[in-house]
């Protein structure tokens, strides 16, 4: 079982930048594919990026290709999500979560294990 804590939200405005981690707890991280998620109010969550167990793959929403970046720290047991050029439909909430590789990558519903999220509001 994997436990995930994020941290890193905040008030940020358009243009800026935030850095999200997601620490995870258990000795078998890099055995999961991770991923970010985000949830707007009244929305749906929805996929944001993810990486493989090594970090050799990403996947990205289309509309955070060339803004954000996913990466891992498989000794520290951590995933980042750097947030660069922030808009204000990017505010959410942001969570992580862990899943198989042998599921889905951009599916909420094929991950096993979610962090509690944290609020990302891009507001001038």
């Known amino acids: 079982q994997v436990q995930l804590v994020e941290s890193g939200g905040g008030l940020v405005q358009p243009g800026g930048s935030l850095r999200l981690s997601c620490a995870a707890s258990?000795?078998?991280?890099?055995?999961?594919?991770m991923g970010w998620f985000r949830q707007a109010p009244g929305k749906e969550r929805e996929f944001v990026a993810a990486?493989?167990?090594?970090?050799?793959?990403?996947y990205y929403k289309d509309s955070v290709k060339g803004r954000f970046t996913i990466s891992r720290d498989n000794v520290k047991n951590t995933v980042y999500l750097q947030m660069n050029s922030l808009k204000p439909e990017d505010t959410a909430v942001y969570y992580c979560?862990?899943?198989?590789?042998?599921?889905?990558?951009?599916?909420?519903?094929?991950?096993?294990?979610w962090g509690q999220g944290t609020q990302v509001t891009v507001s001038s």
């Open positions: 258990g000795r078998t991280f890099s055995s999961y594919r």
């Open positions: 990486i493989s167990r090594s970090g050799d793959n990403t």
């Open positions: 979560a862990a899943n198989s590789p042998l599921r889905s990558t951009i599916v909420a519903s094929a991950y096993d294990y």
